[in-house]
């Protein structure tokens, strides 16, 4: 084995546990303590890795997700047994959903005390197998060294996502001999798990002359383009064949917004162009995404003349929702670049790309005629949403990150905020996980606190997790949150208005402000500040970003009248989408031209 010495040397299984995560290159865990995991936590204080003392345990979870977002590295979170580790279970599940790297360390009860019940006990193992990619009950100290490096290797590969190791408090005090496993020993330890990353070569060549034949293509990003770093591998192909793209919520940012083939965002509240130019594709060339619903609307509805090109890494992903014509299991970055090779080999070869002009000039009239669109103010009336977004982006300094709770402010912040940059968005999509935002910003200032870190919330979500503001404060970590407050659960609303008869059931959150949220934030170590009118919005966001020493919470108090739209009512399909009401009756324009009927057909029957 490597790092072996001739005379081993004997340590506890907390102080392998330790130096492991630093062989693993850890340099922030995000935690809080307790008596299972305590002897994990006086190693610590000697170790270069810093620890991030969060407020509760979901907290350490999100951090880390944002920590990883933005960073690409593994974001740790560590906590003891019991209500510890069943804390993490949200986290754990949403990092599951959105494909995020992350190691979660929990403490156990002694081995020889599992199964009876004793204090802070709980099957950890059990209660987080299908929402982790990998967990692990390590039951004696020789174990962990293997056990923490398998949990990184699989967090990492493949298609990233979660891993758990669980950790019996004497396995953590017991003596080992210390020892570091090789990449062979560990490839040996999992003898089913090889992800393939390179993509047939046959179904490569078949998407290239796929994509040059096709008159109505769409390029579909996903999350997975920024998994796999492969962002200018996107743009070269996009370029290359000079189609349209759309990019999906998780993948904000991977295309620029601001290049002229760039859609936005399609799906429930996406834009009608992207939507519609999705729907009347003749191909969709699905890079890194998984037909989420979200996205299709009804599926047999979906985008019914177009064929599919599907790249994963996940294999369990190709035909679980829409059967691909071109499947190709393999990481995006390599793919995307071997397409790119196989198309130019084909044009150079005298292959002619199919003509595209009357597509692109259809999709050009569909972005003139239905943009996204609100209605001001009224004079006196409260702030729109849309509006404080606007001026949030207009004022952002470059290369600021933004992070979302979920609910209206999340699909305002995805359609009027200008992403032109990878990992700038950090936002939980496939779980939709109210509470998110605060912590997790925490976390991406955490791996970038050169720079500004906006959190948008609802006041909603912010009553979840602002207790984290405790930890942004104590911990030198200052982020900025704008807080749009509407009073009530914003979403539940529109579609109590929209679907239940405007029976608004237990969604109104504000009885004569209360709470304050300016005092509230003020209480923990922040500047409040708070926006009532359109000219307080700008000067109050300026002041906010030139406060960077402390974390600032802006509170906009924002129309609850205002819907998200355009919308996709759940169950319907992407034809059927619902407009801005200022959009009189312009769905027909959107919906697919009739066939002409094929006369000759007609005669002969």
Request: aromatic share 6%.
């Amino acid at each position: 084995m490597a790092d072996s010495p001739a005379t081993p040397e004997r340590i506890t299984g907390a102080q392998a546990l330790i130096r492991a995560l630093e062989h693993e290159n850890v340099d922030l865990i995000f935690g809080y303590p307790g008596g299972c995991i305590l002897p994990a936590y006086d190693p610590l204080m000697d170790s270069p890795i810093r620890h991030v003392l969060v407020r509760h345990e979901q907290g350490a979870g999100h951090a880390a997700e944002g920590y990883a977002h933005v960073s690409g590295k593994p974001g740790v979170a560590m906590v003891t047994s019991g209500p510890g580790a069943t804390n993490l279970v949200t986290p754990l599940m949403d990092a599951f959903m959105d494909s995020i790297p992350m190691v979660a360390i929990t403490g156990q009860v002694p081995t020889a005390a599992i199964g009876s019940d004793a204090f802070q006990e709980c099957d950890t193992v059990g209660i987080t197998r299908s929402c982790t990619k990998h967990n692990e009950l390590v039951m004696s100290a020789d174990e962990i060294p293997m056990a923490i490096r398998q949990a990184f290797h699989i967090a990492t590969t493949g298609r990233p996502g979660p891993t758990l190791v669980d950790i019996p408090k004497d396995a953590l005090t017991n003596e080992m001999e210390w020892y570091w496993p090789t990449d062979e020993e560990v490839q040996a330890a999992l003898p089913g798990y090889r992800p393939n990353t390179k993509g047939h070569p046959r179904m490569i060549k078949e998407a290239a002359k796929l994509i040059l034949a096709s008159e109505r293509p769409i390029v579909y990003a996903g999350g997975g383009i920024l998994k796999a770093r492969a962002a200018q591998a996107l743009r070269e192909l996009v370029e290359l064949i000079d189609a349209h793209v759309v990019t999906t919520l998780m993948a904000r940012g991977a295309f620029p917004d601001e290049h002229p083939l760039c859609l936005g965002m399609p799906g429930m509240h996406g834009n009608a162009s992207a939507i519609t130019a999705m729907q009347q594709s003749d191909l969709l060339i699905t890079l890194g995404a998984r037909f989420d619903d979200r996205i299709t609307g009804k599926v047999d509805a979906f985008a019914p003349e177009a064929k599919i090109i599907h790249v994963d890494v996940d294999p369990a992903e190709q035909g679980k929702v829409r059967r691909p014509d071109v499947p190709i299991v393999g990481d995006a970055n390599y793919v995307i670049l071997e397409i790119i090779r196989e198309i130019k080999e084909l044009l150079q070869g005298g292959t002619r790309q199919a003509d595209t002009s009357a597509w692109k000039s259809k999709i050009s009239g569909w972005r003139e005629q239905f943009p996204m669109t609100y209605e001001p103010s009224e004079p006196g009336g409260l702030l729109k949403p849309q509006y404080c977004i606007e001026q949030l982006n207009k004022y952002a300094p470059k290369g600021t990150i933004v992070a979302s709770g979920v609910g209206q402010h999340q699909m305002y912040t995805s359609q009027y905020w200008k992403f032109n940059d990878p990992y700038t968005w950090v936002n939980s999509g496939g779980l939709g996980t109210m509470g998110f935002s605060i912590p997790a910003a925490i976390g991406a200032k955490a791996a970038m606190p050169d720079r500004t870190v906006w959190a948008v919330d609802g006041d909603g979500c912010f009553q979840m997790t602002a207790t984290e503001l405790v930890t942004a404060t104590l911990e030198k970590l200052p982020i900025k949150v704008a807080l749009l407050n509407n009073s009530f659960l914003g979403m539940v609303r529109q579609w109590q208005e929209m679907f239940y008869d405007e029976r608004y059931s237990s969604v109104f959150l504000d009885s004569a402000n209360v709470p304050n949220f300016v005092m509230m934030a003020e209480s923990m170590g922040c500047v409040g500040i708070l926006v009532e009118s359109p000219e307080e919005v700008g000067p109050a966001i300026e002041r906010a970003n030139s406060i960077n020493d402390r974390t600032v919470v802006v509170e906009f108090r924002t129309d609850a009248t205002e819907g998200v739209f355009p919308m996709v009512p759940a169950g319907a399909g992407n034809s059927e989408l619902i407009l801005h009401p200022t959009q009189s009756d312009p769905t027909r324009t959107l919906q697919p031209e009739p066939k002409p009927i094929d006369t000759k057909l007609k005669d002969a029957h």
